[in-house]
């Protein structure tokens, strides 16, 4: 068994983390760049090393560990290049303008700058991607700000291997010490959560967890800025056209979705609504029936999961579809209506319900009955779906930070346009997300200098652009070549 951080330990963390936060933000943006890169190329080189102790930890197949890998990597070059380009401190400049009106125009520049040391809670179902090298570490240290990860103890051994990897990285690439650091235990993460040297904190877990912590952040003497990553349900929505021209390959697309992962996934699809005499009963159940015995992340988990099943199959108007290593649930947005709070409850795990509608308002009011989410997903056919999914939407994009046209949420691309975020419950912040390249985004903050001399600027603010960035010149975006 790993042993918590002790006391003396955690502050030898937190005080180096201090300590590297000027370098670490001083740093030019193609040498930050190079020490990201590192880290990801030394994380690949270590894969045969790491994924072992992940398939002992998680139970998690190794295909599916190995792809985590590579998303991680990939995940860190993807910030090492928008870093190297420059769009990542979104440069602006407005040059001085004496003949402005009303009143002249001082000469301004405004870039990102990091927030500083940031508190990580490593999640545990994704051991890679959302755990010590995952999204919130690649972004945060793109951003330039310090990282301390608080290891989640589902997999303690995988995470101090890691970080290992990461730190060793780091100090031979020429990072400053401190940049990177990792903590276990929940009341040392606790602690260090409440250290006015933490300046942010990212989260991935459940909804009570989260809210906690959220206050702990928000209630300092000092408020910091936590974005927490607690719960959605994914609901998917289903017209009786896409039925008509997909229904097979619905009911199968849907299963798999569900159950991927043992149903451990943030988005998979926790409702499905189908039309009354929708007709994909049998499908559903022969689909559901075959999915294989798998085991879940831990006992923990497979504990909460099974209370939650339990309490689900109790609630009056839930009857069960089929039930084995996935358990397929069906009811009404009559009886969800009635019962929101007791059917709307996100059970994590491998378990989704089936709510029949009965016409399109009862369609509109089972979408009115959810709170936030990360994703929400509408099966349409576009010619004859074309009214409903105008009135439906505008419904799905006011819950929802990702709205799907014939997909299944599961799978989060890694990319520019990526939201993975959403309305509360699924995060506390939901102008922000986890997942893409401006993750970086919650770990910065701007600063605008006027009518400052051009030598003493930060470098990517000066007229010479010697760091050869993008930037936003008087309006107008420049390409990555020094200004003349």
Same mark, same amino acid.
């Given at each position: 068994?790993?042993?918590?951080?002790?006391?003396?330990?955690?502050?030898?963390?937190?005080?180096?983390?201090?300590?590297?936060?000027? &370098?670490?933000?001083?740093? =030019?943006? %193609?040498?930050?760049? @190079?020490?990201? #890169?590192?880290? /990801? +190329?030394? *994380?690949?080189?270590?894969?045969?090393?790491?994924?072992?102790?992940?398939?002992?930890?998680?139970?998690?197949?190794? &295909?599916?560990?190995?792809? =985590?890998? %590579?998303?991680?990597? @990939?995940?860190? #070059?993807?910030? /090492? +290049?928008? *870093?190297?380009?420059?769009?990542?401190?979104?440069?602006?400049?407005?040059?001085?303008?004496?003949?402005?009106?009303?009143?002249?125009?001082?000469?301004?520049?405004?870039?990102?700058?990091?927030?500083?040391?940031?508190?990580?809670?490593?999640?545990?179902?994704?051991?890679?991607?959302?755990?010590?090298?995952?999204?919130?570490?690649?972004?945060?240290?793109?951003?330039?700000?310090?990282?301390?990860?608080?290891?989640?103890?589902?997999?303690?051994?995988?995470?101090?291997?890691?970080?290992?990897?990461?730190?060793?990285?780091?100090?031979?690439?020429?990072?400053?010490?401190?940049?990177?650091?990792?903590?276990?235990?929940?009341?040392?993460?606790?602690?260090?959560?409440?250290?006015?040297?933490?300046?942010?904190?990212?989260?991935?877990?459940?909804?009570?967890?989260?809210?906690?912590?959220?206050?702990?952040?928000?209630?300092?003497?000092?408020?910091?800025?936590?974005?927490?990553?607690?719960?959605?349900?994914?609901?998917?929505?289903?017209?009786?056209?896409?039925?008509?021209?997909?229904?097979?390959?619905?009911?199968?697309?849907?299963?798999?979705?569900?159950?991927?992962?043992?149903?451990?996934?943030?988005?998979?699809?926790?409702?499905?609504?189908?039309?009354?005499?929708?007709?994909?009963?049998?499908?559903?159940?022969?689909?559901?029936?075959?999915?294989?015995?798998?085991?879940?992340?831990?006992?923990?988990?497979?504990?909460?999961?099974?209370?939650?099943?339990?309490?689900?199959?109790?609630?009056?108007?839930?009857?069960?579809?089929?039930?084995?290593?996935?358990?397929?649930?069906?009811?009404?947005?009559?009886?969800?209506?009635?019962?929101?709070?007791?059917?709307?409850?996100?059970?994590?795990?491998?378990?989704?319900?089936?709510?029949?509608?009965?016409?399109?308002?009862?369609?509109?009011?089972?979408?009115?009955?959810?709170?936030?989410?990360?994703?929400?997903?509408?099966?349409?056919?576009?010619?004859?779906?074309?009214?409903?999914?105008?009135?439906?939407?505008?419904?799905?994009?006011?819950?929802?930070?990702?709205?799907?046209?014939?997909?299944?949420?599961?799978?989060?691309?890694?990319?520019?346009?990526?939201?993975?975020?959403?309305?509360?419950?699924?995060?506390?912040?939901?102008?922000?997300?986890?997942?893409?390249?401006?993750?970086?985004?919650?770990?910065?903050?701007?600063?605008?200098?006027?009518?400052?001399?051009?030598?003493?600027?930060?470098?990517?603010?000066?007229?010479?652009?010697?760091?050869?960035?993008?930037?936003?010149?008087?309006?107008?975006?420049?390409?990555?070549?020094?200004?003349?």
């Amino acid at each position: 068994m790993t042993p918590d951080t002790t006391p003396a330990e955690l502050e030898q963390v937190l005080t180096d983390a201090a300590e590297a936060a000027a &370098p670490l933000a001083a740093s =030019e943006p %193609a040498v930050r760049a @190079g020490w990201i #890169r590192a880290v /990801a +190329d030394a *994380l690949d080189a270590a894969a045969d090393e790491l994924v072992p102790i992940a398939m002992r930890e998680s139970s998690l197949p190794e &295909p599916r560990l190995r792809g =985590e890998v %590579a998303r991680s990597t @990939g995940q860190l #070059r993807m910030f /090492a +290049d928008v *870093l190297a380009e420059g769009s990542l401190l979104e440069v602006v400049i407005d040059t001085a303008d004496p003949d402005a009106k009303p009143v002249p125009r001082p000469d301004l520049r405004r870039v990102l700058v990091p927030l500083g040391p940031v508190l990580v809670f490593a999640a545990s179902n994704f051991p890679f991607a959302f755990s010590v090298p995952g999204g919130d570490t690649a972004s945060a240290l793109a951003a330039g700000c310090p990282v301390v990860v608080k290891a989640h103890p589902g997999h303690p051994e995988l995470s101090v291997k890691t970080a290992e990897v990461m730190m060793e990285a780091l100090r031979a690439a020429g990072a400053p010490a401190g940049t990177f650091g990792l903590i276990q235990g929940f009341d040392v993460g606790v602690a260090a959560l409440k250290d006015p040297r933490i300046t942010a904190a990212g989260f991935t877990g459940s909804v009570p967890a989260g809210k906690a912590l959220h206050e702990i952040a928000a209630t300092r003497p000092e408020p910091i800025p936590f974005y927490g990553e607690l719960g959605s349900l994914n609901p998917v929505f289903v017209t009786q056209a896409a039925i008509d021209a997909r229904g097979n390959d619905l009911a199968g697309g849907f299963v798999a979705s569900f159950t991927l992962g043992v149903g451990q996934f943030c988005t998979k699809p926790g409702l499905l609504f189908l039309p009354a005499g929708h007709g994909l009963e049998d499908r559903l159940t022969e689909a559901t029936g075959g999915v294989a015995a798998a085991k879940m992340l831990s006992d923990k988990i497979s504990e909460g999961f099974s209370s939650g099943l339990d309490r689900l199959r109790k609630v009056e108007g839930v009857r069960v579809l089929s039930e084995g290593p996935a358990t397929l649930l069906q009811t009404t947005v009559p009886e969800l209506l009635a019962r929101p709070d007791e059917i709307l409850e996100e059970c994590f795990g491998p378990v989704s319900i089936v709510v029949e509608y009965g016409s399109v308002d009862e369609l509109v009011a089972g979408v009115e009955a959810f709170g936030g989410n990360l994703t929400a997903t509408l099966q349409a056919e576009e010619s004859a779906d074309a009214e409903l999914a105008a009135r439906l939407l505008p419904l799905l994009t006011a819950r929802a930070g990702r709205v799907l046209w014939n997909g299944w949420p599961t799978g989060v691309a890694v990319s520019w346009a990526q939201h993975h975020g959403g309305p509360f419950p699924s995060t506390v912040g939901s102008i922000h997300t986890s997942v893409g390249v401006t993750a970086a985004r919650r770990f910065q903050r701007p600063v605008a200098y006027q009518d400052t001399p051009d030598a003493v600027l930060p470098a990517v603010l000066r007229d010479a652009n010697p760091a050869g960035i993008s930037r936003r010149i008087n309006g107008a975006i420049t390409t990555a070549e020094v200004s003349r």
